[in-house]
Structure formats: C-alpha cells, structure tokens
C-alpha cells in the first residue's frame, strides 16, 4: 500500500508540477513584463565624462532600434564617486524602473566609504557590456619609446619632476599608476583632473608628462600623431587591430600581474521580480550583439564579455576582493 | 581663402531645405526651452538627441546647434519678464534686466538681450570660420595654473567695482564659496560638509538652485513687501517706435557689446569652463570698467548687454574643443559629444580632415541660426510684454510654481526644492540687509574650478606659489587681477585723503 501510494503521490506531483510549469510558462509568454513607464537610467558619474558618454550611447542604441516599449532617461547621480547612485539604488529596493550603469567605482565606493553601508551583493545583476582597458601613454616629443626608456626617464626626473594624470585617489588609473610606481620602484606626482578626456588633453597640452588613459580617451590625439602608448595592462592576445599591435607588460617581460580592467555593466536594485530581470537582460542582450555595439568596441580598444546571471555577481564579488587588496583595505 | 571656400561649401549644405527648416525648427524649441526656468540648453538637447537618428548627422548636428543657440536667447526671456532666471547662462542677466522691467522697459531689456546675443553669437561664428587651428593651440597651452589666473581675474572684477559695499562683497563671495565647496572633495573624492549626513547634499549645492531661490522666490517675496499687495505689475508697453528708439539707443553699447562676445568666446574655448562663467566674467568686467558702476543692478543697459553677448559667443567658443580636442567646453557639448559618437564621428584634430562637410555645415549653419533666433525673438517680444500686463495674483502662482519646477528639474531631487525655499528667504533677507547676491552666484559658479586648478597647480609644484606668475599666460593674467583688486583700494584710499584735505581746507 505504502509502495503504491507512494508511486501515486509522485505521479501526481509530477503531473501537477508540470502541470503547474506550463502554465507559468504559458503566462509569462502571454504577458512577459514590460516596463509601464520611463525608465530611469542612473550613471554613477558626472556630465561628459567616460562613464556618462557610454551610457548615452547605449540609450541611443535602445532608441535607434526601439528595443524598448518606454525609453530610458538618463539620470547623473557622480556625487561622492558614485556613493549618491548606490544609495539611491538602495533606496529603489524593489523598484522594477530604475537600473544603474556601473564601472569600478561601484566596488571601490563601498570599499573606501564603509560609513555608506552599501552591500553590491544586495543588487541584482543585469549584464556586463565590455571591460575596457588601459594603456600608459606619453606625448611623442617626450622621446620615449619603450616601458624602459619611461622607467629611465622617471628614475631620472624623480618624483618632483614627473607628472602622473589621472581622475583622483582611488580612482581607476589611480590603482593602476599605484601597480606601475611597485613594479618599477619609481615615484611620481599624480595630478589629478576632471575626467579622462580633460586628462588626455592636458599629455598633449605638455602640462603633465605621462597618462593610463582608457583607449577611447586617447585614440583621436593617437591618430593625429600627439601622442603613443607604450604598453597595454591586458595579457597578450586580448585586444585585436591596432590595440592588438601595443605591446603588453607581459609580452616585454615583466609578468603577468600587470593586468587592470574597467567594468562596463548594468544592475538594477535588489528585491525586483525574475521576470523584471529577464526583461532588462533580454534588452541589454539586444544591445550587446547590436553591430553599434560590436563596431564601438572594436574600435575602442574594448574586450567584449558578455556575462549575467550568478556568473556575474561571482565576478563582481572576486573584483571587490581585487580591489580591496589594491587599495590596502 | 581656402577657408572661404569650405565656408561657401557649408552654405550650400545648410541652406538645404532640410537643414534649413531644422534650423528653424531648432531655434524656436531653442528659445522655448531656454525661457522655461530649470530647462536649460542641457536638457534641451539631451531630451531631443535620440530624435537626430532620423536625420544624417550633419542635419542632425545643425538642429542641436540651433537648439543650443536658441536656448542662449530664450534664457532672457523669462530672466528679464519674471526675475527667475530661465537657465544657468543667463543668471547675469537678471542682474540688470529685471531691474528694466520694473521700470517700465521690459521691451527695451529684451531688445537689448535679442540684439547683443545676435552680435555676440555673429562675432563668435566669424572667430570660430576664420582662427579654428589656432584657437585650439590656445586651449591646449591652458593647464591649471592658467585657469586658476582667469577665475582669480573674475573674482577681482567683481572685487574691484568702485559702487559696492566692498567688506559686503566679500562676504558675499566667502558665502558662496563656502555652498561650492559642499559635496564631494575634488582631489580626493570624500564627501566633506555633509549638513546632517543628508544624502542631498553628496551632490554639492546646485548652482541653478541657489540662483532661482535668490532672484525667483527671493524677488516674489520683495515684491509683495514692497507693493503691499495692491500690485498692478509694471506697466510695460511695446510699440515699434519704442523697438526702434531701443535699438538706436544700442548703438551707445557696442564698445560693451564688442567686449562681452570677445571674452565670452574665449572662456568657451577653455575645456570645462563653458557660457555661465563667461556671462558673469562679462558683467563683472563691463561693471568696472564702466565709468559709473553704481548704475549697475539697478537697470544699465550695458549690463544686460555684456552677459547675453557672452553667453552666446561662449557657446559657440565651447563647441571647439569639442570638435578639435574632443573634450566639452560646457555641459551642453559634453551631450553633443555622446551624439557624434552615435552617428559614427570621431571628434579630435582629424574631424576637420575627415568630415570637412559635418564640420562646415555646422558652422554655416550658426551663422543662419543666429539670424533666425534674432528675428523669431524680436517677433514675440509684444507676447512677452502682454505676459508682464498679468495682475501679480495671477503671475505670482506661476512664477511660484515655476520656481519649484526649476529646482526640481536638473537633479530631480525633493532636497534641492527645500534647499530653494530656503535661499528664498535668506536672500530676500541679505537683500534687505543690502548685501549683493551676484558675487554669491559668481563664486558658487566658479569655486569648484578656481579649487580644483589652484590644487592641480600646487600638487605639480609641490607647494610653490610662484608657479602661477613663472608661465607667461598665467603671470600676465595674476598680474592684471591684482591690479584690479587693488584699484578701488587705492581709490578709497586717495578719496579719503582728499576729503581729508578739504576738511582740512574748510577748517
């Protein structure tokens, strides 16, 4: 008797449960959600900026192709290297018409501001886009053509006499000029500015003498015969066309840990429906495989990487922990 | 004449019937937007942006750029009718044009504003055609210590006015410069004076908000003081033979005028800086060297004239590094600069090269959209006015709740609309105090850039001040600052000794 009931339990479990499967199935593709309203585009980042012109260039792209039933609008929110985003974010829990454009300052933020008391593992993942890269640059009168001759000439400079460009402490090329004075055991003043691109201007102005500017920011001043990368922080073979032909820290020998990227993702709050997060990882997928999308990163200089769901979240976790170890905490 | 040639091209291209009817169509939304308070040429062109895909880019950049330049115009609008300035770059003009309106000559406020922005907006275009290269040079060879040597003239121009109350002025400027230095630390990125840990505040004290709260709910509220209610607002008439009177009367300013688009284009030129500190440098440079400056703030014509002639030759100066450097010179190209990056165009010294069409269009096209801003303007000068005949009960909800409108807006923040309110009250009350507010406004414009170079400056010399006068550029511009710093200083001082003397003498 027991067998038997048994048996008959499970099978009409079983029944039941796909009984039950197909008809969410059969709902969710009857009315998959769609966003009832403008969809509010956070940028953890000012006006003009890198972060900001990217995230205005995939809106374009959802516009273009109306990929979206309602358009997004982007929203600035740079206050506190991005700390006013996160918090909003937070505030959003739940939400289903906010997501947010992320780069590494959605893990250094929390790491260097701990008084904020924000938990990216709360968020929920969308898509990551890209990983953008750095190169260290120089201007093409300095003379320099190798890391070596650029190692000598900061030797020789000394710290008062070589000027580092960059964004602000603990920012980006703040971590990677940091990875670049321990290698070498050189020293250097790092002035920093109002965003990449004013960074990239002030190398060709002469007003510093070095950058590890992102290759966007550099690639007009490049063409235009200003200024030349001497190495690529990326491990040989990443990078394709010209970006491929820079030589990486590891190509010139000087091992493998000279490696640093800028996350380009998407997340949206915590506490919002499955069926909320397929719709934005539908869309970003949409955009991701676009050819606008594919032509921007191969001109750019940026690696493609698609990743979502758990996998991402694993990444963003393991970069927080990279990051942590960078910055000392 | 090789550049007359390409100019002759990019004629042909914007006067394209398409292009054409969107420089039209531009300018009018321009001037629209421009007029509504909180809507400034940022959002103008950053809502309408996604529309461009419809359109090749040279058309599509010819619409924003007529958008932008409209925007310049319309900003007066609502500046001079109401006291509430219509965007960010048009603050300096209610400095002297609500004063006109109060008199009785809004038309000629507007006349003035329409006039200068048109000689302004056509002086820059023709800088723009004929040195483009050069200019760039320019920009280039401005580091830190450059910028920081131009805000410190701006501050002394706004020191050094013979009128004011001076130990006023300064506090005034202390005032504003403490509100800029709230938010986020500009080298090491930690917040820093966060009132109460309110989230609010991590965005620093938007400008716009601390400009509307003190001349929008500040000037409602003085002016219900002031009439006791019973107001009849200004009487405010239009004619053509009041236009035409206006316009002569212009003719008296172009020494102003010729000044105001001179330095406005060449602040625009300079990355980050852009049109809302070019206006104020504008005012406070007419203002001291006028030969009367205490008719200032109290409706000289001139002062309407400088920041409108400078706004808009400053936006035509911000759209060059744009095009040469690839960096925004104001927020406004910053937008542009996500849009060219759509339409597949790299910005950078090779876009004159490779796209000599995109780049030629655009110019030629300024030259047009200023001609029609000017003349849609001055067409819809009489609503304007019939707008002022409104009986304050009706305008004074309008302003109000444009006011609100305004403050929301650029951060759609609830914190900034309460952070409004109170300006009102506090500059209704430093009014009455007879403080002057604009030095407040000027120096929450240019703190944060006057900080940030002066601290990139002394980072790369490892503390050494004289950085700022060994560099040609810097040195001359610090020498001239200090000059006009020390002036009413010396004028005090001598006015003093001479009507010691005469005392004496009486005595």
Redesign the interface.
């Given at each position: 008797m027991n067998k038997l009931s048994t048996s008959a339990l499970s099978l009409s479990l079983a029944v039941g449960l796909a009984l039950g499967a197909t008809t969410v199935a059969g709902e969710a593709k009857a009315k998959a959600w769609e966003p009832k309203k403008p969809i509010e585009f956070v940028i953890m980042a000012g006006k003009g900026g890198g972060a900001d012109r990217l995230a205005r260039f995939i809106q374009g792209i959802i516009e273009k192709h109306k990929m979206s039933p309602k358009p997004l609008i982007p929203i600035n929110k740079g206050g506190g290297s991005g700390a006013e985003a996160l918090q909003y974010l937070k505030a959003k829990n739940g939400d289903p018409h906010v997501i947010l454009a992320t780069l590494n300052s959605y893990y250094t933020t929390p790491l260097r501001q701990p008084k904020l008391g924000i938990d990216i593992s709360k968020y929920t993942p969308i898509a990551r886009l890209a990983e953008d890269t750095f190169q260290l640059w120089v201007h093409v009168d300095s003379g320099i053509n190798s890391v070596k001759d650029y190692v000598a000439a900061v030797k020789k400079a000394g710290k008062k006499g070589w000027k580092m460009g960059g964004t602000g402490k603990g920012a980006e090329d703040s971590l990677v000029t940091g990875m670049l004075m321990k290698k070498f055991g050189i020293d250097m003043t790092y002035v920093p500015y109002k965003g990449g691109g004013k960074v990239a201007k002030e190398l060709i102005g002469k007003h510093i003498n070095s950058t590890v500017n992102n290759p966007a920011e550099q690639v007009g001043f490049w063409d235009a015969g200003k200024s030349k990368p001497l190495a690529s922080f990326t491990p040989p073979g990443m990078l394709k066309g010209k970006w491929g032909k820079i030589p990486t820290f590891q190509d010139l020998g000087h091992g493998s840990d000279m490696v640093y990227y800028m996350q380009r993702s998407i997340v949206a709050p915590g506490g919002i429906a499955d069926d909320v997060r397929d719709f934005y990882v539908s869309l970003f997928q949409k955009v991701y495989t676009s050819s606008e999308w594919q032509g921007y990163l191969n001109k750019k200089g940026l690696i493609p990487g698609w990743l979502t769901g758990d996998k991402l979240q694993a990444y963003f976790i393991a970069e927080k922990a990279k990051h942590a170890k960078l910055l000392g905490k | 004449m090789e550049i007359l040639g390409h100019l002759a091209d990019g004629f042909l291209i914007s006067f394209e019937p398409l292009n054409l009817a969107l420089v039209i169509f531009g300018a009018m939304v321009g001037l629209f937007i421009g007029a509504m308070p909180g809507l400034g040429s940022?959002n103008g062109v950053?809502i309408l942006?996604?529309m461009t895909?419809l359109v090749p880019p040279t058309s599509a950049i010819i619409f924003l750029g007529a958008i932008y330049y409209g925007a310049m115009y319309g900003g007066a609008i609502s500046s001079i009718m109401l006291g509430i300035p219509g965007a960010s770059t048009a603050v300096a003009t209610t400095f002297d044009g609500r004063p006109l309106a109060l008199k009785g000559q809004a038309d000629k406020a507007l006349v003035a504003a329409a006039t200068a922005s048109f000689v302004g907006g056509t002086i820059s275009v023709i800088l723009f055609t004929a040195f483009a290269p050069p200019l760039a040079e320019v920009?280039?060879?401005?580091?830190?210590p450059e910028e920081f040597a131009l805000m410190m003239l701006a501050f002394a121009t706004f020191i050094g006015l013979g009128g004011d109350d001076i130990p006023k002025t300064f506090f005034s400027i202390f005032i504003g410069l403490v509100l800029s230095a709230v938010?986020?630390d500009?080298?090491?990125?930690?917040?820093r004076l966060i009132f109460m840990d309110l989230?609010g505040f991590?965005?620093?004290v938007n400008f716009l908000v601390l400009a509307i709260g003190i001349y929008g709910i500040g000037e409602m509220l003085w002016t219900v003081e002031t009439s006791r209610g019973n107001v009849s607002m200004s009487k405010a008439t239009v004619s053509a033979k009041r236009v035409m009177a206006a316009l002569r009367e212009l003719v008296g300013t172009w020494k102003t005028m010729l000044m105001g688009s001179f330095l406005g284009y060449f602040v625009g030129i300079l990355?980050?800086a852009g049109a809302t500190p070019g206006s104020l440098m504008a005012y406070g440079v007419a203002k001291s060297i006028a030969k009367d400056p205490s008719t200032y703030g109290k409706g000289n014509v001139d002062g309407v004239v400088a920041p409108e002639a400078a706004n808009n030759a400053a936006s035509t100066g911000s759209m060059l590094?744009m095009l040469t450097?690839?960096?925004?010179g104001s927020?406004t190209t910053?937008?542009l600069?996500?849009?060219m990056?759509?339409w597949g165009l790299?910005?950078?010294?090779?876009l004159f090269v490779d796209h000599k069409e995109f780049v030629w269009g655009l110019i030629a096209s300024l030259y047009s959209a200023n001609l029609f801003s000017l003349l849609i303007n001055i067409a819809f000068i009489p609503a304007f006015i019939a707008v002022l005949k409104l009986p304050f009960t009706i305008l004074a909800p309008v302003i109000f709740a444009l006011c609100v409108v305004g403050g929301y807006v650029p951060t759609?923040d609830m914190h900034d609309v309460w952070l409004m309110f109170i300006f009102g009250v506090v500059g209704y009350l430093m009014r009455k105090l007879d403080y002057p507010l604009a030095p407040a406004v000027l120096a929450i414009v240019l703190g944060p850039l006057a900080e940030?170079s002066v601290r990139?400056s002394l980072?790369?010399s490892?503390g050494d001040i004289t950085i700022f006068f060994q560099r040609p550029i810097s040195g001359t511009i610090m020498v001239v600052a200090i000059i006009l710093l020390v002036m009413p200083l010396y004028k005090i001082i001598r006015d003093r000794m001479k009507a010691g003397r005469d005392e004496g003498g009486a005595a």
């Open positions: - | 940022v950053a942006l996604p895909f920009a280039l060879a401005f580091g830190p938010g986020l500009v080298v090491s990125g930690e917040p989230p991590l965005h620093g990355p980050a590094p450097l690839g960096i925004p927020p910053a937008i600069l996500g849009g990056v759509i790299e910005p950078g010294p090779l759609l940030r990139q980072i790369g490892h």
